[in-house]
Structures are given as C-alpha cells and as structure tokens.
C-alpha cells in the first residue's frame, strides 16, 4: 500500500508559479506511475500530468502542456508538479495519485490518491 501526502498549494497572482510536492510512504513507490489530477468546484476531476516510474515518460493534458512540467525523485519517494504561467482557470484542488501502469488518464485507473491541495490562481 501506498500513502500518498500533497504540498505546496496556495494562492498567487495570475502569471506566478507555484511547485506541488507529493511524497509517498512505502518501499514501492518506485514501481507506480504518478499522476496528478485536479478538480474545481462543480466539476469533474480531470487528468493534468503522469510520469512514469523511472521519469522515462512524462504526458501532459492539453490544458497545461507547455506550462506544468512533473518529475519525481524515488530516493526521496516524491513527485513534484512545477507550475508557470498560472491562470485562473487552474483554479482547483490538485491530488497526486499512483497507478501501476504508465499514461492513463482516468481516474479509476488509478489505485491511491492523496487528500489533496488547494490552488487559487487570482486574476
């Protein structure tokens, strides 16, 4: 089992940046792929970015391509989301979560989530 811890969430100015830290216990960490997702008020939870378990692979949705990059570190058991160009629009709570394959997109594919963390993006 994997316990899954999110950090770094907050508010800033439309433009900033922000680094979403999600660390996990357990010695398998290393084998899952992790993902990030997030979900605003009133709407579905939806996919922004995955990386495979050895960062050979990362896929981005559309919606951040170009602005969100993820990463991990296994020695620290830690994800990282690094997010530039912020909009209001991203405006969500962002949870990391692990799945034991690499780039889906569903949220029912993925096996464990964190609690999650607030960014607000103000205009």
């Known amino acids: 089992q994997v316990q899954l811890v999110e950090s770094g969430g907050g508010l800033v100015q439309a433009g900033g940046s922000l680094r979403l830290s999600c660390v996990g216990s357990?010695?398998?960490?290393?084998?899952?792929?992790m993902g990030w997702f997030r979900q605003a008020p009133g709407k579905e939870r939806e996919f922004v970015a995955v990386?495979?378990?050895?960062?050979?692979?990362?896929s981005y949705a559309d919606s951040v391509k170009g602005r969100f990059t993820i990463s991990r570190d296994n020695a620290k058991n830690t994800v990282y989301l690094e997010m530039a160009s912020l909009k209001p629009e991203d405006t969500a709570v962002y949870y990391c979560?692990?799945?034991?394959?690499?780039?889906?997109?569903?949220?029912?594919?993925?096996?464990?989530w964190g609690q999650g963390t607030q960014v607000t993006v103000s205009s």
């Open positions: 979560a692990a799945d034991l394959n690499y780039g889906r997109r569903r949220v029912g594919d993925y096996v464990y």
């Open positions: 357990g010695r398998t960490f290393s084998r899952y792929s």
């Open positions: 990386v495979s378990w050895n960062a050979g692979g990362t």
